[in-house]
């Protein structure tokens, strides 16, 4: 490996270990196992960069896409780990103002508080933990039509609510 | 042609795949869909895209203070061996190539056709995303040899197993259950209801080390898909 393919390497990682480490965290609960997921994530990423299309998304959100199933992964294999998505997503989407993101983040995280909290839970036990609709009306405890519903009219609220900012924003 | 009546029948489904909250069953039902339609094809980025953002919520952490290095140890360590695989899957691509030409009989040129090389072309960058070597596929089979489902497979990095039954087993959850010869792994659990069940995952042995993949049912019933031997080019 070429020493600028290094140094590339390494300011891609200093770039987003924050970001990429917070999400294995807040996945797989525990700091060696996010860790790891972490790591992979970076090694999966670096070596498949050719892949991303920038006209698909930002990398940030393309690494964190791999971020999440690398850990859904490990939350797949590893049933052991002592993980409460439930609990999880309520702390990710409840207004919590000590919680440290970038600005890029801030319009989703005030969207999705600005949409019924059980939707908002839905998706973010989707998207983050890989949650099924019919694992999450067993977790939640509702009927599989109730948490089907929850998901598809949370995500389109959010899209609702991430235009009107855009609008206002042009 | 797009069938404007599918599409409403599918729209529900959209967001249930854009968040990867669908079942395996309706996964595939709308990706069908999408092979001939445009217009949801593009609403499902758009809301594949939105739900990936959501990502962005996690609040950001510091690693540990050795992290950086160790990514970058491990980066180095993988660049060689991904230069490996993929010198590896072009003989065996030609390898392929040359089992079609025997089969199509001496004296005969076979000349392919732009749509299968379009086709080749296409499962060589889907199998390059995650440097694969090749998919397979077997169908499961009851005591009557009736097909009642399949398996897929892909070998890459990660590998990975994914089973579909359909609807005829009994209700209930069937563990998919991977045997190698070092044993017997269960690595996903697939529930039948009325429309069939999909369930998988990747997993840590080489596809060619997989000797069958059973679909184990609550009362111990099992159902198996029998691997064809000879699948690895190693």
């Given at each position: 490996?070429?020493?600028?393919?290094?140094?590339?390497?390494?300011?891609?990682?200093?770039?987003f270990?924050?970001?990429?480490?917070?999400?294995?965290?807040?996945?797989?609960?525990?700091?060696?196992?996010?860790?790891?997921?972490?790591?992979?994530?970076?090694?999966?990423?670096w070596r498949?960069?050719?892949?991303?299309?920038?006209?698909?998304g930002?990398?940030?959100t393309?690494?964190?896409?791999?971020?999440?199933?690398?850990?859904?992964?490990?939350?797949?294999?590893?049933?052991?780990?002592?993980?409460?998505?439930?609990?999880?997503?309520?702390?990710?989407?409840?207004?919590?103002?000590?919680?440290?993101?970038?600005?890029?983040?801030?319009?989703?995280?005030?969207?999705?508080?600005?949409?019924?909290k059980?939707?908002?839970?839905?998706?973010?036990?989707?998207?983050?933990?890989?949650?099924?609709?019919?694992?999450?009306?067993?977790?939640?405890?509702?009927?599989?039509?109730?948490?089907?519903?929850?998901i598809?009219?949370?995500?389109?609220?959010?899209?609702?609510?991430?235009?009107?900012?855009?609008?206002?924003?042009? | 042609?797009?069938?404007?009546t599918?599409?409403?029948?599918?729209?529900?489904?959209?967001?249930?795949?854009?968040?990867?909250?669908?079942?395996?069953?309706?996964?595939?039902?709308?990706?069908?869909?999408l092979?001939?339609?445009?217009?949801?094809?593009?609403?499902?980025?758009?809301?594949?895209?939105?739900?990936?953002?959501?990502?962005?919520?996690?609040?950001?952490?510091?690693?540990?203070a050795?992290?950086?290095?160790?990514?970058?140890?491990?980066?180095i360590?993988?660049?060689?061996?991904?230069?490996?695989?993929?010198?590896?899957?072009?003989?065996?691509?030609?390898?392929a190539?040359?089992?079609?030409?025997?089969?199509?009989?001496?004296?005969?040129?076979?000349?392919?056709?732009?749509?299968?090389?379009?086709?080749?072309?296409?499962?060589?960058?889907?199998?390059?995303?995650?440097?694969?070597?090749?998919?397979?596929?077997?169908?499961?089979?009851?005591?009557?040899?009736?097909?009642?489902?399949?398996?897929?497979?892909?070998?890459?990095?990660?590998?990975?197993?994914?089973a579909?039954?359909?609807?005829?087993?009994?209700?209930g959850?069937?563990?998919?259950?991977?045997?190698?010869?070092?044993?017997?792994?269960?690595?996903a659990?697939?529930?039948?209801?009325?429309?069939?069940?999909?369930?998988?995952a990747?997993?840590?042995?080489?596809?060619?080390?997989?000797?069958?993949?059973?679909?184990?049912?609550?009362?111990?019933?099992?159902?198996t898909?029998e691997?064809?031997?000879?699948?690895?080019?190693e």
């Amino acid at each position: 490996m070429a020493a600028g393919d290094i140094d590339a390497a390494a300011t891609f990682v200093r770039r987003f270990q924050a970001r990429v480490y917070g999400l294995a965290l807040a996945v797989v609960g525990a700091a060696p196992d996010a860790e790891e997921v972490a790591q992979e994530a970076f090694v999966r990423a670096w070596r498949h960069a050719g892949n991303f299309d920038p006209r698909r998304g930002r990398v940030s959100t393309w690494l964190l896409t791999i971020t999440r199933n690398v850990a859904i992964d490990m939350l797949r294999v590893r049933r052991d780990l002592p993980v409460e998505p439930a609990a999880v997503a309520e702390m990710l989407v409840g207004s919590v103002d000590d919680i440290d993101r970038q600005a890029e983040s801030d319009h989703i995280a005030a969207a999705l508080r600005s949409i019924p909290k059980d939707q908002a839970v839905a998706v973010v036990l989707a998207v983050h933990f890989g949650l099924t609709a019919r694992e999450i009306s067993e977790r939640q405890e509702i009927p599989l039509g109730t948490a089907k519903t929850r998901i598809r009219t949370g995500l389109a609220r959010l899209r609702s609510k991430l235009e009107v900012s855009r609008d206002r924003s042009d | 042609m797009t069938d404007r009546t599918e599409c409403m029948e599918l729209a529900d489904l959209l967001a249930e795949v854009a968040t990867g909250a669908a079942s395996g069953p309706d996964r595939a039902r709308l990706l069908r869909h999408l092979n001939d339609c445009d217009e949801c094809r593009q609403e499902l980025e758009e809301l594949s895209r939105l739900a990936d953002e959501v990502l962005l919520i996690a609040p950001e952490r510091e690693p540990p203070a050795a992290f950086e290095s160790a990514v970058l140890d491990r980066i180095i360590a993988s660049a060689p061996r991904s230069h490996t695989r993929r010198l590896f899957t072009r003989p065996a691509l030609q390898l392929a190539a040359a089992a079609i030409l025997a089969m199509a009989g001496a004296g005969i040129v076979w000349q392919a056709t732009t749509d299968d090389r379009e086709l080749a072309a296409g499962y060589r960058e889907t199998l390059d995303v995650a440097d694969g070597q090749y998919f397979a596929a077997a169908p499961v089979t009851d005591d009557t040899g009736a097909e009642i489902g399949h398996v897929f497979l892909y070998d890459g990095d990660p590998s990975w197993v994914f089973a579909v039954l359909g609807p005829e087993p009994a209700p209930g959850d069937y563990d998919v259950v991977v045997q190698t010869g070092d044993g017997a792994s269960t690595i996903a659990t697939c529930e039948v209801e009325t429309a069939g069940c999909g369930g998988g995952a990747t997993i840590d042995a080489r596809i060619s080390a997989i000797q069958d993949v059973r679909l184990v049912g609550p009362d111990g019933t099992w159902f198996t898909a029998e691997l064809a031997s000879g699948r690895s080019a190693e």
